[in-house]
């Protein structure tokens, strides 16, 4: 009976090869989602930051905005490369506390090329088409806030469903607000994002993702 028990208990070779798959999935989806959680609140405070501060600008100094509609870039690019510069580092040292090496290195240089990308196309785009002047100005974060929106829904159907739907969060942040707040827009904008990013970071902690 020990026999048959034991017999009753070993894996057939399918059955092995397709646990080895299913832990090198997981570990691949550790890796390549390390950090997630703490990355994700940082974004969804820089976010949120950039639109109090626009807010706040738009507000107080409205003629000296209207005037001068370019001078929110900067701010935004200021924003962005800190957030950059922010995830690089808390990847980096989330992949060396999983399995440190060369591999884990190329998967974070992998994620971060793939955000850089979507950052580049995030500014880029817009002065491709013609966005970048007075008249046209006030439609940029519009196009922004999509790219950045589907960069999460892209991220979060190769590694993790639970992203692409706070890629769809943060955009309807800034959408709805947009068309429903009117000039309270941006700080109902800066709110609503820090929650999703919020909820998106608790989600995550639960299910010990990163």
């Known amino acids: 009976m020990g026999t048959t028990g034991r017999e009753a208990a070993a894996l057939t070779p399918e059955e092995s090869w397709g646990t080895i798959h299913e832990t090198l999935d997981r570990t691949r989806s550790s890796i390549y989602l390390a950090g997630a959680s703490t990355i994700l609140i940082l974004w969804g405070v820089i976010v949120s930051l950039g ?6 600008y738009q507000t107080m100094a ?6 001068r509609p370019w001078i929110p870039l900067p701010i935004w690019i200021a924003l962005g490369v800190g957030g950059m510069v922010g995830s690089g580092i808390i990847g980096h ?9 060369v591999d884990l290195r190329r998967a974070g240089i992998k ?6 990308a979507v950052i580049t196309a995030a500014f880029l785009i817009p002065g491709a088409a013609g966005l970048w002047n007075a008249e046209l100005a006030s439609r940029i974060p519009h196009v922004v806030v999509g790219i ?5 829904v892209l991220f979060g159907i190769l590694f993790r469903p639970a992203l692409a739907m706070v890629g ?7 959408y709805l607000p ?6 309270a827009a941006a700080a109902f904008a800066g709110a609503a994002t820090l ?3 919020g909820l998106g970071w608790a989600w995550i902690r639960r299910n010990e993702v990163a």
């Open 93 to 101: 040292r989330a992949t060396s506390r999983i399995a440190p090496g």
């Open 62 to 67: 409205s003629d000296f905005f209207a005037d």
């Open 168 to 174: 769809l969060g943060i955009a309807a942040s800034f």
């Open 148 to 152: 950045l929106g589907l960069g999460y």
């Open 195 to 197: 929650l999703v990013a």
């Open 178 to 183: 947009s068309y429903l707040a009117g000039d």
């Open 111 to 116: 994620v971060g090329l793939f955000w850089l």
């Open 51 to 56: 639109y109090f501060w626009q807010y706040a």
